[in-house]
Nanobody, 125 residues
């Protein structure tokens, strides 16, 4: 079982930046595709970004590319989401997830096996 813990959420003004971190336990972090999802109140959980096992490939939902950047440090068992030019509509609970035994840059929640508890991001005007 993999333990996944997000941190770094909080309050930020529109136009500001925030960096989320996701720490995963175990010795097999490099074997997992990692992803970020978010869920706003009353809405479905949506894909944000994913990153390949070695960190060489990334995928983003079209509306976020250019503002958000996903990265990973396999030596630290950590994946990051750098969020720039934040907008009020980015307000949501952000979840980190790990997928094992699958290939590709996964974009569907059901393809992930382990999930963090979520961290709240609130962007004010």
């Amino acid at each position: 079982q993999v333990q996944v813990v997000e941190s770094g959420g909080g309050l930020v003004q529109a136009g500001g930046s925030l960096r989320l971190s996701c720490a995963a336990s175990g010795r097999t972090f490099r074997s997992y595709v990692m992803g970020w999802f978010r869920q706003a109140p009353g809405k479905e959980r949506e894909f944000v970004a994913s990153i390949s096992r070695g960190g060489g490939s990334t995928s983003y939902t079209d509306s976020l590319e250019g503002r958000f950047t996903i990265s990973r440090d396999n030596a630290k068992n950590t994946v990051y989401l750098q969020m720039n030019s934040l907008k009020p509509e980015d307000t949501a609970v952000y979840y980190c997830a790990a997928s094992g035994g699958r290939l590709g840059l996964l974009r569907v929640a059901d393809e992930y096996d382990y999930w963090g508890q979520g961290t709240q991001v609130t962007v004010s005007s």
